[in-house]
Structure formats: C-alpha cells, structure tokens
C-alpha cells in the first residue's frame, strides 16, 4: 500500500539558519507534490506545488526539490524566523483528485 | 469569499449520540473533501466528492460513517452512533477544477470529543 513519511521527529532550528523537512514516499508514483503549513488549532494551509517533471521549485524563502529516482521531496526554509514554526505536511499525488498526507514534521525555530 | 466554513467549531458529546458536521466549501469549487487528524493518526482521507458525486469513500472507517452533499454548497458529515476512538478535528477541504493543481482549501476543522 501507499506509504509516505516525513521526519517524526520534531526539528528545532536556530533563527537564520536553513530548515530542510524530507518527504518519502513508496509503492506509488505521484504525478505532482504538494507542502502545506499546519499552525495549532488551524487548518493546513496550501503553500508549494511541484510536478513530477520538475526537480526544483521556489517560492521566496522556500524551495522544494523532488527526485523521482529517490522517492524523495526536501522541503528547505532559508533565513529561518520564530514565524515560521508550525507542522509542514507532504502530500505526493498520483491522480489530481485523491490527496493524502504525510504524518507531518514540527518544525520550531528558536531565537 | 469566506473560505470553506465548517460548523460546529467544537463538539461535546456522549458515546452512542448522533453527531453531524457541517461543510461549506468556496463557491465554483468542484471537489469537496472530508479529512479526520489525530495524533496517531495523523490526516486521513475519509470520502471525496466531485460535483456532488461521492468517488471515493474508501477511508470512511466503518458503517457508523456516512457522508451527504446534497448541493454544490453544502455537505454532511454524519456519525451514528459516536464512539470515543471518534473522537478527532474533521476538516473539510474544497478544490477548484483547475488543471491538475489539486490545491485544497481547508476549513478550521469540526474539533469532535466523544465521552
């Protein structure tokens, strides 16, 4: 069956520095993945989409890769702040309808 | 426009009660989804829509669980009777048709407590 899984670990990260999450996922290959931002008590939140035939995408202080080789996406945060702490979910999707996350990975950054 | 609107924020219940939850997913939406997060489990997919047609209710855990989405702007999510192990935030999520982008919008979620 479809397996996917992001560090479970929580990441604590000095401000300024990078965060990088990993997504892995097996017994599928997903056309696209997604990133999503989950803060306490909310909804997660849509942030990155990169498809299957890309190996990099960037969105300000954010950069997905994704290596269909490695089954494998990284999910890097540059210049790190306090705001960025939440839970980031990975979602790899092989058809455009059925979405499936990740258990997700705390990230906290530390001032 | 408002976002997906969930209802009720917070529900307290006792086992063996009806419990239903509310969606309203952004208008022109065409998917409509139903997701339940727990600690253990983390999000899981219940059921899905696609213009008010169920595709795929392959995660709804058991009988007890069923879900109804008469309209373009109105969906149930029902259980019956409750169980404490239901106890859970559903979040419904919407998503326009857009390509294959599949970005989901989610609501705040329905925190459920089965005692």
């Known amino acids: 069956s479809q397996k996917i899984e992001q560090n479970s670990e929580a990441l604590n990260i000095q401000e300024g520095k990078t965060a990088t999450l990993t997504c892995n996922y097996t017994n599928y290959s997903p056309a696209y993945l997604q990133w999503y931002r989950q803060d306490p008590g909310r909804g997660p939140v849509f942030l990155l989409l990169i498809r299957e035939n890309e190996k990099e995408k960037r969105k300000e202080r954010l950069k997905v890769t994704f290596d269909t080789t490695l089954k494998q996406s990284l999910f890097h945060i540059t210049a790190s702040q306090p705001a960025d702490s939440a839970t980031y979910l990975c979602a790899p999707s092989g058809s455009a309808s059925k979405i499936i996350f990740g258990s997700g990975t705390r990230l906290s950054i530390r001032p | 426009d408002a976002g997906v609107i969930q209802s009720p924020r917070h529900e307290v219940t006792e086992m063996g009660q009806e419990v239903t939850l509310r969606c309203k997913p952004i208008?022109?939406?065409?998917?409509l989804f139903w997701y339940r997060q727990t600690m253990m489990r983390g999000l899981e997919l219940l059921i899905y829509?696609?213009?008010?047609?169920?595709?795929?209710d392959s995660g709804m855990p058991e009988d007890r669980f069923s879900a109804k989405m008469p309209n373009a702007s109105f969906s149930t999510l029902k259980i019956q009777p409750s169980e404490p192990r239901d106890s859970a935030v559903y979040f419904c999520?919407?998503?326009?048709?857009?390509?294959?982008?599949?970005?989901?919008?989610f609501g705040e979620g329905s925190r459920l407590t089965v005692l």
């Open positions: 829509f696609n213009n008010n047609v169920p595709i795929d």
């Open positions: 208008s022109g939406h065409d998917y």
């Open positions: 999520a919407s998503s326009p048709r857009t390509g294959n982008t599949g970005e989901l919008f």
